[in-house]
């Protein structure tokens, strides 16, 4: 069956460090995206991306970075991580664009 | 940029109530989705409306898409401990080409 995953599940870090999350999916969509849940603040978009080496910032998209090389793969990485980022990340992916989104499990990240 | 915002944030009901969240848009959308989320989980897909006045019914739960394609609303009938978590919608508009996600409902089911 296809499936999207994330990883690590769980990340503590300190701040300063680059970090990067991984996200991947079987399903061959050519649209991901990279949302970030903060309790009060519903899922805000990062980046997302509509195909290979194409790639757009969302609302929350400053101290964030994404690369898309091939269809499967969509890395998220905080430059320089700061406290302000621990949150809950989620990535997805659809078949269209304003179709719907397939979510990963997500990742818990702590920046100390 | 489009907004979306879901009233209430949170309703805390007894088990057997009926429990109603409200989505609206600052602009038309062309389609509007709802997504499940169980504590410590994933967003899940429910469903998808896209034409006008659009209802559509799965079990206990009854969703509509408004005349004016601005708004919607998801019903639950008769709540279970098992209808706990938060619902997100989540508008599309052709010209934005991406979602935009609810701030969601957090719904709390006891016996």
């Known amino acids: 069956d296809a499936e999207i995953t994330q990883s690590p599940r769980h990340k503590i870090t300190e701040t300063g460090r680059q970090v990067t999350l991984a996200c991947h999916q079987t399903w061959n969509h050519n649209n991901m995206f990279w949302y970030r849940q903060d309790l009060g603040h519903g899922l805000r978009l990062i980046h997302y991306?509509?195909?290979?080496?194409?790639?757009n910032k969302g609302e929350v998209s400053d101290g964030y970075s994404v690369s898309r090389s091939n269809t499967e793969d969509l890395p998220l990485t905080l430059e320089s991580a700061a406290s302000s980022q621990t949150s809950v990340y989620f990535c997805?992916?659809?078949?269209?664009?304003?179709?719907?989104?397939?979510f990963g499990a997500g990742t818990r990240l702590s920046v100390l | 940029g489009q907004q979306v915002m879901q009233i209430p944030q949170y309703q805390h009901v007894q088990e057997g109530e009926d429990f109603t969240t409200y989505c609206n848009s600052s602009t038309t959308l062309s389609n509007i989705q709802w997504y499940k989320q169980r504590p410590g989980g994933h967003p899940v897909f429910l469903i998808q409306l896209v034409k006008s006045g659009e209802v559509k019914k799965q079990k206990r739960l009854t969703f509509q898409f408004g005349e004016a394609k601005k708004n919607s609303s998801l019903h639950i009938t008769a709540t279970q401990t098992t209808d706990v978590g938060t619902y997100f919608c989540a508008g599309g508009a052709g010209t934005a080409s991406k979602l935009t996600f609810g701030t969601g409902t957090r719904l709390q089911v006891t016996l």
């Open positions: 997805a992916s659809s078949e269209s664009t304003l179709g719907l989104q397939y």
């Open positions: 991306s509509y195909g290979v080496q194409d790639t």
